[in-house]
RNA sequence: GCGUUCUUGGUGAAGCGGUUAACACACCUGACUGUGACUCAGGCAUGCAUGGGUUCGAUCCCCAUAGAGCGCCCCA
């Protein structure tokens, strides 16, 4: 039996209808916000990974799919969306649109060689938005608001927007090394894992999950005492923002994102759901504003973020939300003798907007009426060669199984009728509201 | 990359070193060749992730491999 690589899924069935309800709602959402769709290649030069994520994060250095195409070259299946889309901006020469910011949005499959665990897979799929050319706090804003819109519409409750800045590149560099100060008289304190991070990105020991209760952590110098005067106000002005548009927010000086090109602002927003597991953190982002200069050199501000949609999945599914393929219209019982007319009534019906299926499997009546049910049909029309020969179809009620006699002429806007009439449902298109 | 738990039909699962691998749900057939919820009678894993080994005999014990879950590293 040949089995699915490692850390790969399959879609089908209800977390189908799912996954393609939540497209359709970030397509609406972009376009309300009016952002455009970018889409990159799924594989990139290797450099442009080097460049974008740095060298010394692991994403880079053990973490990438990484192969020569035929002709030698070094090419990247790509781990994250940002570096993709920035590549395109510059190449495209986006920044000289008579429009700016350019506001983008991107959703597709990333690749990690990982060890899976709960909402983490070698191929994943990430929705994410870049803004491009506004160093704004107005942008910063707007691209944090737009992941707890989508939550909010998704019915996610008790999510958490965590926010906290680095400030400009003076500013970060004189807070790294200050930390460095902080932590080297202790070194021999940390975990294994920590004395690791203070060679490599000591920003990333305030993240230690083991260590967090040392009292060397906790008096750790905060991000936010080591912003010059400009970083400051950029973060003030994030927060009046955010409040201007009544979006709850902590300030968390411990978020410092793991990739080194931010600056400025970075958030996370958390789902705060009972027995989520290590994975609970939901989206991720913030300002990036030497990343475009680095891989391109062209100086635009950006500001972005992205969100993993298996760990949403895994939070609806957490909190039982579900979004369900919706219910037939009508199924239609065809007999030994009138498969032709059956088949030819689906598509009739079909045509004129109709949910409806049939049975394929010469099933009995029995198992007709069952199958009926298991599609949540509203109507059953049944299909021998009386009603073939007289025109007059059988139609059954579903839900209250009354018997209609219908001709067929009538039939459909008996259905507009009953239809309408009978829904009840509060997630439907009708106007039975 | 490290640690740890696990893998038995379509599903949930019981099982013991020894002849037919429980039970339930689902599904199929018939009683019931045109009306569904009930009932009854049948059917439904030559096989217990894969490959080796120990044994007279392995789903069960041992080893390896693969996959899954959880935690760590890392991280949207």
Not at 314 to 338: N, Q
């Amino acid at each position: 039996m040949i089995q699915k690589p490692k850390g790969t899924y399959d879609v089908y069935g209800e977390k189908g209808s799912t996954i393609l309800y939540i497209e359709n709602v970030l397509r609406a959402l972009m376009d309300r916000y009016n952002y455009e769709y970018v889409r990159t290649p799924h594989f990139e030069s290797s450099e442009l990974f080097h460049r974008a994520v740095g060298e010394t994060t692991d994403i880079v250095t053990k973490e990438t799919y990484d192969f020569l195409d035929r002709g030698e070259r070094k090419m990247t299946l790509r781990p994250e969306g940002t570096a993709g889309v920035i590549r395109s901006f510059i190449e495209n020469k986006m920044y000289a649109r008579d429009i700016l910011p350019v506001k983008t949005w991107y959703y597709g499959p990333m690749y990690r060689y990982e060890r899976p665990q709960a909402g983490r897979f070698r191929e994943f799929y990430q929705f994410g938005v870049e803004v491009f050319g506004s160093e704004s706090a107005m942008a910063d804003a707007e691209v944090i608001s737009i992941p707890v819109h989508l939550y909010k519409i998704l019915g996610l409750k008790n999510v958490k927007v965590k926010i906290n800045s680095l400030g400009d590149t003076a500013s970060r560099e004189k807070y790294r090394e200050a930390l460095i100060q902080h932590f080297e008289p202790h070194i021999g304190e940390l975990c294994g894992d920590c004395k690791e991070r203070f060679k490599k990105n000591p920003l990333r020991i305030l993240d230690c999950k083991i260590d967090h209760d040392l009292e060397v952590m906790k008096s750790a110098p905060k991000t936010i005492d080591y912003l010059n005067e400009e970083s400051k106000k950029h973060f003030e002005e994030v927060q009046k923002y955010l409040k201007a548009m009544n979006i709850e927010y902590e300030i968390n000086p411990k978020i410092v994102r793991g990739l080194d090109y931010y600056t400025h602002t970075v958030f996370e927003v958390e789902a705060a759901v009972e027995g989520f597991g290590a994975q609970n953190v939901l989206c991720g982002g913030g300002r990036y504003n030497n990343l475009v200069k680095n891989i391109g050199d062209k100086d635009v501000a950006g500001v972005g973020f992205a969100l993993g949609m298996e760990r949403l999945l895994t939070a609806l599914e957490y909190e039982h939300i579900a979004f369900g393929s919706s219910a037939l219209d009508v199924y239609v019982v065809p007999f030994e003798d009138t498969k032709e007319e059956a088949l030819a009534l689906v598509q009739f019906l079909r045509l004129n907007g109709f949910k409806v299926d049939t049975d394929y499997m010469n099933k009995n009546m029995k198992a007709n009426f069952k199958q009926a049910d298991k599609m949540h049909a509203s109507f059953v029309v049944l299909l021998g060669s009386e009603e073939v020969k007289t025109g007059i179809l059988t139609v059954k009620n579903n839900h209250t199984k009354e018997e209609y006699k219908i001709e067929k002429e009538e039939l459909i806007a008996f259905l507009d009728e009953k239809l309408v009439e009978d829904c009840h449902c509060e997630e439907c298109e009708c106007d039975n509201e």
